[in-house]
């Protein structure tokens, strides 16, 4: 009888440590535009993207 030969995983990697699970911006639809001026104001800020627009929701929501 022949051994199966134990094929290389595919996909995706997994994530380091640390780094968030969830990414806002790139699963939801905007114009290019759009998304420019997000970046630009992520980066006023200092802040990634994903942070910018996590800390913006969470402000609007605390209101």
């Known amino acids: 009888m022949k051994q199966s030969v134990k094929l290389k995983k595919v ?9 968030s699970l969830d990414a806002i911006i790139p699963a939801t ?3 290019s535009k ?9 980066k006023k800020e200092g802040l990634a ?9 969470k402000q609007a929501i605390e209101k």
């Open 29 to 31: 639809r905007c114009k």
């Open 11 to 19: 996909g995706r990697p997994p994530k380091p440590e640390g780094e």
């Open 34 to 42: 759009e998304r420019t001026a997000f970046e630009k104001a992520a």
């Open 49 to 57: 993207l994903t942070q910018w627009v996590r800390q913006t929701l």
